[in-house]
């Protein structure tokens, strides 16, 4: 009896240290909303996952419905594809239809520099003479949770930089953010605490 329970125990052991056999994508670097997948932005890695969760994930076998779609949702370098992150070209047209515009801010109107690709902001006119490209209902508000796809920011370099380079995703009103940012006369805010991530 001893010796059949230290065969089972050791048979459980072999399983559990045993190399897991199931592969499943993960991101190689951060990838931002937006932003269509290429084949070196992701890689196959061998873990055990609970069923529940095989399910909601990208597995070997999904190299297709990976590369070529769009990332709906901020994913970390390292993180699993969860299938809700990404979506097909097509069916992500008409939900973040939009431009992309980048724009070149001083420090303070880029939040000194806590943005990262991903966020989402709030663009807002700071020159009462371009009120009138902002929403009649919102005064000041000129794009309203635009996606950060990227920050050029050359601070961390060793290089003095005033300037920030801000590439936003916006759903319509692009030439008035780009009026409003040429005149020096925009800034970014967001609610501090928000997930750095981009909401749904």
């Given at each position: 009896m001893c010796g059949a329970a230290a065969l089972?125990?050791?048979?459980?052991?072999?399983?559990?240290?045993?190399?897991?056999?199931?592969?499943?994508?993960?991101?190689?670097?951060?990838?931002?909303?937006?932003?269509?997948i290429e084949p070196a932005d992701v890689a196959l890695v061998s873990i055990r996952l609970p069923a529940e969760i095989e399910a909601t994930v990208f597995g070997e076998g999904d190299g297709n419905d990976v590369v070529g779609s769009v990332v709906l949702e901020a994913i970390h370098a390292g993180e699993l594809l969860a299938r809700g992150d990404v979506g097909?070209?097509?069916?992500?047209a008409a939900r973040d239809a939009g431009y992309a515009v980048?724009?070149?801010?001083?420090?303070?109107?880029?939040?000194?520099?806590?943005i990262a690709a991903g966020d989402r902001v709030d663009a807002v006119v700071t020159d009462r003479s371009?009120?009138?490209?902002?929403?009649?209902?919102?005064?000041?508000?000129?794009?309203?949770?635009?996606?950060?796809?990227?920050?050029?920011?050359?601070a961390g370099t060793g290089q003095p930089s005033d300037t920030i380079t801000v590439t936003l995703q916006v759903r319509d009103r692009a030439a008035a953010v780009a009026l409003a940012a040429g005149a020096d006369a925009i800034t970014?805010?967001?609610?501090?605490?928000?997930?750095?991530?981009?909401?749904?």
């Open positions: 089972g125990l050791w048979w459980a052991f072999e399983q559990s240290a045993a190399a897991p056999e199931t592969s499943y994508v993960v991101a190689r670097t951060r990838l931002a909303p937006g932003r269509v097909s070209r097509r069916s992500t980048a724009v070149e801010l001083d420090r303070p109107g880029a939040l000194n520099g806590l371009l009120a009138a490209t902002a929403g009649p209902q919102a005064p000041g508000l000129v794009a309203a949770g635009a996606i950060v796809l990227d920050v050029d920011d050359l970014l805010i967001r609610p501090w605490g928000a997930s750095a991530q981009a909401a749904p």
